[in-house]
């Protein structure tokens, strides 16, 4: 259970980084406490419309093998060109609640999965089963939109909070950006 007012929570933050004409997008996982201390990287790989997302996103948490991070924050669940992350599925099989990030307001991406895919059906319901964002307001007057699983939108934003020194990216995401993109030079 996770207790957003504690003073050592450690967070995997999760981001992607790809070229469109890779087939490969490059992942970077941060892991840092809540006094924003560093405290681990991990790399993955998921495929550039595929669909191991989510599992990319389980092999890399269970490579740290660490049993002291405390929840995983995921910046956006539809990564490499509509390849969907199961928030769901992911909290369950990490045993570790969820938040995923979103920054802007959008109507949504159907359309732009039917045009991408000729039997797009699939995808459109692995979509729909992420369900509704949720608009929060940081403490830095930033909104962000979230999905969760195994966590309230209130304690959401609490500890997005407390990983968020300025802007609307919390630390941990922030930093495994920057990691995505430079790795994704060396494929």
Do not use: W
Not at 67 to 90: F, T
Not at 118 to 142: F, I, N, S, W
Not at 172 to 186: E, F, I, Y
């Amino acid at each position: 259970m996770l207790h957003p007012g504690k003073k050592a929570i450690r967070a995997l933050g999760v981001a992607e980084s790809f070229r469109p004409s890779a087939k490969k997008s490059t992942l970077a996982g941060v892991v840092m406490r809540t006094d924003l201390v560093v405290d681990g990287f991990v790399f993955g790989a998921a495929t550039v419309g595929g669909d191991d997302a989510t599992s990319a996103v389980l092999r890399m948490f269970k490579k740290l093998k660490r049993d002291d991070v405390n929840l995983i924050v995921l910046s956006g669940c539809i990564i490499s060109r509509y390849n969907i992350i199961d928030v769901e599925e992911l909290a369950r099989k990490a045993k570790l609640p969820v938040v995923c990030l979103t920054y802007n307001e959008s109507k949504g991406i159907e359309e732009a999965i039917r045009r991408h895919f000729e039997d797009p059906e699939e995808r459109l319901e692995q979509y729909r089963r992420l369900g509704k964002r949720a608009a929060v307001m940081l403490h830095t007057g930033h909104k962000a939109f979230v999905r969760n699983a195994g966590i309230s939108d209130n304690d959401a934003k609490s500890v997005l909070d407390s990983f968020t020194l300025q802007g609307g990216l919390p630390e941990p995401v922030r930093v495994a950006k920057m990691l995505a993109r430079s790795a994704s030079t060396l494929r």
